[in-house]
C-alpha cells in the first residue's frame, strides 16, 4: 500500500506544479497530503496510523520536517544558505544600475567590426554579467532589448540571434557566484553525510573491519568549493558558445555579418571601454579571487560582491553629474590604504605592544571609515535616485524568501518520499541496471535533463538531488567528488532554461522580442547551444580534474592547508614521493651512507643510539616505498582476472542485503498487524511476502559463483600486503626523520641553554625558613623560561621539585637545596655534551635533514611546499576507483 501512497505524492506534486501552482506550496502540500491520507487509512483499514507507511509513521516524518526547519533557519553553523540574500542582493542591485547596457553598448561597438561579432560580444557580456548580477531574466531581457535590435538591424539569423542571447543569459547558473551552485552545495552537504554512513556500512559488512580508513571516505564539498569547481567549466562553455558563433560566421557568413562601426577607435573611445569594463571586473575579482585565494568565505565575498556593488550603482545613477565618482575613488583609496597598512603593519587590536602596532591600527581605523563613509555615501544616493533602494530589498526579500520555502517544502517532500520508500525503490532500479556506477550516473543525468523540460532549475535540486546524490556519491567504483557531482548536475540544470516548453530563457526573450522574430525561431536558434551545453557536460565528465584542480589547489596551498601527514593525501603524496625516491636516490644514498660514519662519542647514548638507529632506518625508506610500488602493481596485475568477479557477487550482495532489509521490515509489520482480527488477512500477505523474498534470497545466493570464496581470499592477501607495505614506509619514514629535528634543536638551544646558569643562581635566594606566594610564583616563572630550552626536562623537574619543597607552611630546607644542587648537575651534563657536540655534528645534522626534509621527512612538516601541494593537488583532482577495497 505505501506505493500507492507514494504515486499519490508523486501525482499530486506533478499535477499541482503543471496546473502553475505556486512551488513553495505544491511541494509541503503533496507531502502533507499524502502523508496524512496514508496515517488516516492506516487508522481506518489496519488500527495503525503506521500500517502504510515503509518506514516510521506520520510522527517520524514530522520529526524529520521540524529537524529540517531548525538546519535551515536556526543552526549558526549552517551558514551556507547565508551567501544567497547578499549574492541576490548584488545581481539586482548591479541590474537595477543599468551596468548590463553599459557592458552591452561598449562590447557590441568593439568587436562588432569582426564576423560574427555582435554575436560574440553578447557572450562576453553575459559571461560578465554572470559572474556579477547572475540574474537570468534581467540579463536575458537587457540583450533581447539591446542587442536583439542590433543584430536584425544587421540581418543576423533570427534563430542564431535569439539563441546567442538565450543562452549567454544562462551562463549566470553556472558561473559563480551562482544561487544554483549555492542551493546545490547545502543539498549536497546532507547527501554527503548519508553517503559516507551507507559507504562505512558496506565497509564494515563486507570487510568484517569496524573503521574504514578515512581515505575512503565521502568527499565533502562547500558553497566555496562549487563556485571554485565551476569556474573552468564555466568558461569552457563560453568558449564553446564563443567558437560556434565564429564557426557558423566562417562557414555562412550570412548567419552573422560583420557590424561596422561608425564612430573612431580614439582615445576616447578606449576610454569608454575601460570604464565599462574595469569596474566589474574588478568586482568579479574581489568576490571570486577572495574565495580562490582563501582571504574570505563564501558569506564573506558575497558581502564584499554587496558592499562593491552599492559603490558601483552610487556612481553609474549619477552619471554625467559633477562629483559622480567621488564615493568610488574615496573607496578605492580606502581599499589600497587598508591593503598597504596590512601589509605594513600586524594589524590586531589585542597585540598592540609597540608605537608601529599603534601607528598600524590608527590608519586601519582611518582607512576602515572612509570606506563606510564611501557605502553610505553611495547608500544615500541609491536611496534618493528613484527609491532605488527600497525597490532592490524588496526584491532581494521576496526571492530569498521564495528560495527558503522551497528548500524547507523539499525538506518535507523527500522526507514523505522516503517514509513511503521511495528512496529504496530509486536505489534498487539504479542498483539493478547493468554497467554499475556510470550507467546509474548517465541515467540519472537523463532524468534530470528531461526534467528540465518541465521543472525549474530549484524544484530539481531540491528534489531530485537529496534522493540521488547519496546513491552515486556512496558507490565507491566512481569515488567522485560531491563538487563534480554538484557541477555536473549544475551544468545540466543550466539546459532547463532554454529547453522548450518551460524554459525560461526562452519566456524572457520572447517577451521582449519584436513580432518579426517567430517562436520556432528561438526554438530552433536555441538548440545548438543545449548541443553545447551538453558536449560540455560529457567534457567536464570526461576530465574531472577540470572541476576538482581548483577547490584541492586551494585547499592545499592555503593558511589552513592540511598537513601532509593528513590520512586523505597519503596515496597521493606517496605517489609523488615514489618518483623523487628514483630521481633523488643516489644523492639521498649518499648522505645517508656519510652519516652512518658520523662521530656520535660526544651524544648521550640514549640520543646516540635513536641517532644512529634513525640513520639506519632512513636508509630502508626507499626500499620500502618501492615495495609498496610493488605490491600495488601486483594488484594491478590481479585486477583485470579478478574484478568482474568482485562486481557480479557484491552486485549480488547489495541484493541480498536489500531483501534481507525487506524481510525485516514485513515481518515486523506482520507481527503488528496480527494483533488485530481485521488485519489478520494483511498480515497473512506480509508472510506471504517474506517467503518469496526468502525463496528469491536463497536463489541469490546460489548464484554465487563456487570459486567466490577462494579468488576473493587469495585477492585479500594481496590488497593486505600493499597495506602493510604502505604502513611500514609510513612508520619506518616517521621514525628515520623524527629524531633529527629534535636533536638540531638541542645543538642550536646551546647559548639559551648556557643563559639559564643566571637563571638557576636566582634560585638560592629562595631556599629559606618561609616563603610567600609571590615567591612560588618567581620558581614557577624560572620554571617556564628553562622549559623554553628543549631538552632540560631533568633540570625543570629538579626545579619543580625544589619549589613543592618550599611550600609556605612545609619548608624542607635540605630537600630544597637537594633539588636544586641536581638542577646543578643536570643542567652541567646537559650543557657539556652539547657545546662538545655542536660545532662538528650540528652542520652535519643540518645538511643531512635538509636533504631528507623533502621525502623521508615530508610527512613530518607542518605543510607541503607550494610545488608539492601543486602536485598532489593535481593527483587529487581525478577520480580513484576504490571498489575492489570493498
Given at each position: 500500500m505505501e506505493?500507492?501512497?507514494?504515486?499519490?505524492?508523486?501525482?499530486?506534486?506533478?499535477?499541482?506544479?503543471?496546473?502553475?501552482?505556486?512551488?513553495?506550496?505544491?511541494?509541503?502540500?503533496?507531502?502533507?497530503?499524502?502523508?496524512?491520507?496514508?496515517?488516516?487509512?492506516?487508522?481506518?483499514?489496519?488500527?495503525?496510523?503506521?500500517?502504510?507507511?515503509?518506514?516510521?509513521?506520520?510522527?517520524?516524518?514530522?520529526?524529520?520536517?521540524?529537524?529540517?526547519?531548525?538546519?535551515?533557519?536556526?543552526?549558526?553553523?549552517?551558514?551556507?544558505?547565508?551567501?544567497?540574500?547578499?549574492?541576490?542582493?548584488?545581481?539586482?542591485?548591479?541590474?537595477?544600475?543599468?551596468?548590463?547596457?553599459?557592458?552591452?553598448?561598449?562590447?557590441?561597438?568593439?568587436?562588432?567590426?569582426?564576423?560574427?561579432?555582435?554575436?560574440?560580444?553578447?557572450?562576453?557580456?553575459?559571461?560578465?554579467?554572470?559572474?556579477?548580477?547572475?540574474?537570468?531574466?534581467?540579463?536575458?531581457?537587457?540583450?533581447?532589448?539591446?542587442?536583439?535590435?542590433?543584430?536584425?538591424?544587421?540581418?543576423?539569423?533570427?534563430?542564431?540571434?535569439?539563441?546567442?542571447?538565450?543562452?549567454?543569459?544562462?551562463?549566470?547558473?553556472?558561473?559563480?557566484?551562482?544561487?544554483?551552485?549555492?542551493?546545490?552545495?547545502?543539498?549536497?552537504?546532507?547527501?554527503?553525510?548519508?553517503?559516507?554512513?551507507?559507504?562505512?556500512?558496506?565497509?564494515?559488512?563486507?570487510?568484517?573491519?569496524?573503521?574504514?580508513?578515512?581515505?575512503?571516505?565521502?568527499?565533502?564539498?562547500?558553497?566555496?568549493?562549487?563556485?571554485?569547481?565551476?569556474?573552468?567549466?564555466?568558461?569552457?562553455?563560453?568558449?564553446?558558445?564563443?567558437?560556434?558563433?565564429?564557426?557558423?560566421?566562417?562557414?555562412?557568413?550570412?548567419?552573422?555579418?560583420?557590424?561596422?562601426?561608425?564612430?573612431?577607435?580614439?582615445?576616447?573611445?578606449?576610454?569608454?571601454?575601460?570604464?565599462?569594463?574595469?569596474?566589474?571586473?574588478?568586482?568579479?575579482?574581489?568576490?571570486?579571487?577572495?574565495?580562490?585565494?582563501?582571504?574570505?568565505?563564501?558569506?564573506?565575498?558575497?558581502?564584499?560582491?554587496?558592499?562593491?556593488?552599492?559603490?558601483?550603482?552610487?556612481?553609474?545613477?549619477?552619471?554625467?553629474?559633477?562629483?559622480?565618482f567621488r564615493p568610488a575613488i574615496l573607496a578605492i583609496i580606502s581599499v589600497i590604504t587598508l591593503a598597504v597598512v596590512a601589509n605594513i603593519y600586524e594589524v590586531n587590536v589585542r597585540r598592540i605592544e609597540t608605537a608601529a602596532d599603534t601607528t598600524g591600527l590608527v590608519l586601519a581605523v582611518i582607512a576602515a571609515v572612509g570606506f563606510l563613509t564611501a557605502l553610505a555615501w553611495s547608500g544615500w544616493r541609491i536611496f534618493k535616485i528613484d527609491n532605488t533602494l527600497q525597490g532592490v530589498m524588496m526584491e532581494t526579500a521576496k526571492t530569498t524568501s521564495l528560495v527558503f520555502i522551497i528548500l524547507l517544502g523539499a525538506a518535507m517532500l523527500t522526507a514523505a518520499f522516503r517514509a513511503f520508500g521511495g528512496e529504496e525503490l530509486v536505489r534498487d532500479f539504479l542498483g539493478g541496471l547493468p554497467g554499475g556506477f556510470w550507467t546509474q550516473f548517465i541515467i540519472v543525468m537523463l532524468v534530470i535533463f528531461l526534467l528540465g523540460f518541465f521543472l525549474d532549475f530549484i524544484e530539481i535540486a531540491v528534489v531530485v538531488v537529496p534522493i540521488v546524490a547519496p546513491i552515486l556519491l556512496a558507490d565507491p567504483e566512481a569515488n567522485i567528488t560531491a563538487v563534480w557531482l554538484g557541477v555536473m548536475i549544475g551544468m545540466n540544470i543550466q539546459t532547463s532554461f532554454l529547453t522548450p516548453p518551460f524554459g525560461f530563457a526562452l519566456f524572457y526573450l520572447r517577451g521582449v522580442a519584436p513580432k518579426v522574430i517567430k517562436t520556432v525561431s528561438m526554438y530552433k536558434g536555441v538548440i545548438p547551444f543545449i548541443c553545447l551545453q551538453l558536449f560540455a557536460l560529457a567534457i567536464v565528465g570526461y576530465f574531472p580534474p577540470l572541476v576538482n584542480y581548483l577547490p584541492n589547489r586551494t585547499s592545499l596551498i592555503g593558511e589552513t592547508a592540511p598537513p601532509p601527514k593528513n590520512p586523505r593525501l597519503q596515496y597521493c603524496i606517496e605517489n609523488y614521493l615514489a618518483v623523487q625516491y628514483v630521481a633523488q636516490g643516489p644523492q639521498i644514498a649518499a648522505l645517508i651512507d656519510e652519516a652512518k660514519t658520523w662521530d656520535l662519542s660526544a651524544l648521550p647514548n640514549r640520543d646516540a643510539d635513536d641517532l644512529a638507529e634513525a640513520i639506519e632506518k632512513a636508509g630502508t625508506v626507499p626500499g620500502l616505498m618501492a615495495a609498496a610500488v610493488a605490491a600495488k602493481d601486483a594488484i594491478d596485475v590481479a585486477d583485470p582476472g579478478y574484478r568482474p568477479l568482485h562486481e557480479g557477487v557484491r552486485r549480488l550482495q547489495a541484493k541480498i542485503r536489500d531483501l534481507n532489509e525487506k524481510i525485516e521490515d514485513k515481518t515486523r509489520l506482520a507481527g503488528q498487524l496480527e494483533g488485530f482480527e481485521e488485519t489478520q488477512?494483511?498480515?497473512?500477505?506480509?508472510?506471504?511476502?517474506?517467503?518469496?523474498?526468502?525463496?528469491?534470497?536463497?536463489?541469490?545466493?546460489?548464484?554465487?559463483?563456487?570459486?567466490?570464496?577462494?579468488?576473493?581470499?587469495?585477492f585479500v592477501k594481496i590488497l593486505e600486503v600493499e597495506k602493510k607495505a604502505r604502513t611500514t614506509y609510513r612508520r619506518t619514514a616517521d621514525q628515520a626523520y623524527d629524531p633529527l629535528p629534535e636533536l638540531m634543536l638541542k645543538l642550536r638551544d646551546v647559548d639559551a641553554l648556557a643563559a639559564l646558569r643566571g637563571e638557576l643562581d636566582k634560585l638560592e635566594a629562595f631556599i629559606k625558613e618561609e616563603t610567600t606566594d609571590a615567591e612560588q610564583e618567581a620558581i614557577k616563572a624560572i620554571e617556564d623560561v628553562i622549559s623554553d630550552v628543549e631538552g632540560t626536562s631533568k633540570v625543570k623537574s629538579a626545579v619543580s621539585s625544589m619549589?613543592?619543597?618550599?611550600?609556605p607552611g612545609r619548608v624542607k630546607i635540605e630537600d630544597a637545596r637537594e633539588e636544586l644542587a641536581e638542577a646543578y648537575e643536570e643542567f652541567e651534563k646537559e650543557l657539556a655534551w652539547r657545546q662538545a657536540a655542536a660545532p662538528d655534528l650540528l652542520p652535519k645534522l643540518e645538511r643531512l635533514e635538509a636533504g631528507i626534509r623533502l621525502t623521508i621527512g615530508l610527512r613530518q612538516q607542518d605543510k607541503m611546499p607550494r610545488d608539492i601541494a601543486l602536485e598532489v593537488a593535481k593527483c587529487e583532482a581525478n577520480h580513484r576507483d576504490i571498489s575492489l577495497y570493498f
Open positions: 506505493l500507492l501512497f507514494l504515486a499519490l505524492l508523486v501525482i499530486l506534486m506533478a499535477g499541482a506544479l503543471a496546473s502553475g501552482f505556486p512551488v513553495a506550496f505544491a511541494l509541503p502540500g503533496a507531502a502533507i497530503i499524502s502523508i496524512m491520507a496514508a496515517g488516516v487509512s492506516g487508522y481506518l483499514f489496519a488500527g495503525n496510523v503506521d500500517a502504510f507507511f515503509h518506514q516510521g509513521g506520520p510522527s517520524n516524518w514530522l520529526s524529520a520536517g521540524v529537524t529540517n526547519f531548525r538546519g535551515i533557519y536556526w543552526e549558526a553553523e549552517r551558514d551556507t544558505l547565508i551567501a544567497i540574500p547578499l549574492f541576490v542582493f548584488m545581481g539586482i542591485m548591479l541590474q537595477r544600475s543599468k551596468v548590463a547596457e553599459d557592458l552591452l553598448v561598449t562590447m557590441a561597438q568593439l568587436f562588432g567590426p569582426i564576423r560574427g561579432g555582435l554575436g560574440i560580444s553578447v557572450v562576453f557580456v553575459g559571461a560578465l554579467l554572470a559572474a556579477t548580477t547572475g540574474i537570468l531574466g534581467a540579463t536575458v531581457v537587457a540583450m533581447g532589448l539591446i542587442s536583439l535590435p542590433a543584430m536584425l538591424r544587421n540581418n543576423y539569423s533570427h534563430p542564431l540571434a535569439t539563441g546567442t542571447i538565450a543562452a549567454s543569459g544562462t551562463l549566470g547558473q553556472i558561473i559563480p557566484p551562482s544561487i544554483v551552485l549555492i542551493i546545490l552545495a547545502d543539498q549536497l552537504s546532507s547527501a554527503v553525510d548519508q553517503a559516507g554512513t551507507a559507504r562505512q556500512n558496506i565497509y564494515k559488512e563486507v570487510t568484517g573491519e569496524l573503521s574504514m580508513p578515512s581515505e575512503f571516505a565521502v568527499t565533502s564539498t562547500s558553497a566555496g568549493d562549487m563556485f571554485m569547481g565551476a569556474v573552468l567549466p564555466g568558461l569552457v562553455l563560453v568558449g564553446l558558445y564563443m567558437l560556434f558563433i565564429l564557426i557558423s560566421s566562417i562557414i555562412k557568413p550570412k548567419l552573422a555579418p560583420a557590424v561596422p562601426f561608425d564612430g573612431e577607435y580614439d582615445r576616447k573611445f578606449a576610454l569608454k571601454v575601460v570604464l565599462a569594463l574595469v569596474p566589474p571586473l574588478t568586482l568579479i575579482f574581489a568576490v571570486l579571487g577572495s574565495i580562490i585565494t582563501g582571504i574570505a568565505t563564501v558569506n564573506q565575498a558575497g558581502a564584499i560582491g554587496a558592499a562593491g556593488a552599492m559603490i558601483m550603482a552610487g556612481y553609474r545613477l549619477t552619471a554625467g553629474k559633477p562629483g559622480c488477512e494483511r498480515a497473512a500477505r506480509y508472510r506471504e511476502d517474506v517467503e518469496e523474498y526468502i525463496v528469491d534470497r536463497d536463489a541469490m545466493l546460489a548464484e554465487i559463483p563456487a570459486e567466490w570464496e577462494a579468488e576473493h581470499a587469495e619549589r613543592r619543597d618550599l611550600r
